[in-house]
């Protein structure tokens, strides 16, 4: 199976910065789109941004402008570059991937990440 392995949460004060990595590993033979979701307390989860494998990214509109997504395709890497936090972005971020599987015939499949949490507090 594939798994997307998240890391980079933590505790940081309102407009500190952080940036969440999330690695692909497992079976697979291609990767398209990546991107973040994230699921505040009490909210519904909500997508952050997207970033196609040629590098083409969309965002939130509350994020754009702090928020930076990224991609390393010879890593099978997603990055979340975050400045300027603030308390209303904390949540459970989730990283997402579009992945070509090996059966017969490849299938296209999404994955989830576990989730990492970020808490901005001072």
């Known amino acids: 199976q594939v798994q997307l392995v998240e890391s980079g949460g933590g505790l940081v004060q309102p407009g500190g910065s952080l940036r969440l990595s999330c690695a692909a590993s497992?079976?697979?033979?291609?990767?398209?789109?990546m991107g973040w979701y994230r699921q505040a307390p009490g909210k519904e989860r909500d997508l952050v941004a997207t970033i196609t494998r040629s590098g083409s990214a969309n965002s939130l509109d509350s994020v754009k402008g702090r928020f930076t997504i990224s991609r390393d395709n010879a890593k099978n890497t997603v990055y979340l570059q975050m400045n300027s936090l603030k308390p209303e972005d904390t949540a459970v971020y989730y990283c997402?991937?579009?992945?070509?599987?090996?059966?017969?015939?490849?299938?296209?499949?999404?994955?989830w990440g576990q989730g990492t949490l970020l808490t901005v507090s001072s």
């Open positions: 497992g079976s697979f033979l291609s990767i398209n789109t």
């Open positions: 997402y991937a579009f992945v070509l599987e090996p059966a017969a015939p490849p299938t296209w499949r999404g994955v």
